[in-house]
């Protein structure tokens, strides 16, 4: 056997493209992200769930729409029995619950286990940025299940409208920042805590379990608590049921009376106090994240 050292040419050229730099980082990372919760690029399985929410959260808005011009046809003075801007986010905003407890853990758990943290690093790319536009892809997904549905049933109630399309969307144009304010809530609600979870848990099944143990057993728990009364304050519980805080700003928003199923309408609490309570627990949780990806990258 030779002692002499045999040089290999393996054919290496040299990256010779575009250097796009950190704003090039960020877009790809914010795509990347985008990809995984659709499940684009990866096994089929990968994309059955996601799919079948996306068609859930829009496929009632459709049909509100269509039994509307039909009503609209048969009985032109007939009101439409089917559900409002407010009422439509408590269809969307089970299905986001949902969506965000998959698409959480699949944006920061496998880059972890998989040790790839290092190479993100070696670019210029900052922790900081890593988080924020694995958090920008979430909420632009949030953001889409809950804006796509309103605005087909926006359109499509002002095209039914009897004064015409144009004069029907500027009748309802006081619904647009109601709308758009009900939409941040609910992403606030549910992304910034997600994605909490997501970091400290190993296993992307079980932050699936966590996040959702957090949002619908908290709710059942407060609720027991509530009806405690022997313990002191023990209204203030319900600031525990964390899947209803939005619900509960929601109707606030769009003055409605709240639902006497809301452990949080029943106890007593204020709507301002499930807002203040929203907004603490995405601090807490950005910061608790944006923390611990510093010390990881």
């Known amino acids: 056997m030779s002692d002499r050292g045999v040089v290999f040419d393996l054919g290496y050229t040299p990256y010779e493209g575009e250097r796009r730099g950190r704003r090039g980082a960020l877009l790809t990372t914010y795509r990347d992200g985008l990809n995984r919760v659709f499940g684009i690029r990866r096994r089929a399985r990968k994309k059955i769930l996601p799919w079948i929410l996306i068609v859930l959260a829009i496929l009632p808005a459709v049909v509100f729409v269509g039994f509307a011009f039909l009503l609209s046809t048969f009985a032109p003075d007939a009101q439409s029995p089917f559900g409002s801007h407010a009422e439509y986010f408590s269809i969307t905003g089970a299905t986001v619950l949902l969506f965000v407890a998959l698409a959480g853990p699949e944006l920061l758990i496998p880059d972890r286990r998989s040790g790839v943290l290092a190479v993100y690093s070696s670019r210029p790319l900052r922790p900081d940025d890593y988080v924020g536009m694995r958090a920008a892809s979430l909420l632009t997904v949030i953001a889409g299940f809950m804006l796509i549905p309103q605005v087909l049933m926006y359109v499509g109630f002002a095209a039914l409208s009897a004064d015409g399309f144009f004069k029907g969307l500027g009748t309802n144009a006081a619904e647009i920042p109601k709308i758009l304010a009900a939409t941040a809530i609910y992403a606030l609600a549910y992304a910034p805590l997600a994605l909490l979870i997501s970091t400290i848990a190993s296993r992307k099944a079980a932050a699936t379990g ?8 908290g709710t059942a728990l407060a609720a027991g608590l509530v009806q405690a009364t022997s313990i002191p304050g023990h209204k203030y519980a319900a600031l525990f049921a964390l899947g209803e805080h939005p619900d509960h700003v929601r109707d606030w928003i769009f003055s409605r009376v709240g639902s ?17 309570t929203i907004l603490a627990v995405a601090t807490v949780s950005t910061v608790v994240v944006v923390t611990r990806y510093r010390r990881l990258m």
């Open 260 to 276: 006497s199923d809301l452990v949080v309408n029943g106890a007593g609490i204020d709507p301002w106090m499930s807002l203040v």
């Open 210 to 217: 966590i996040f959702l143990g957090v949002m619908l057993i």
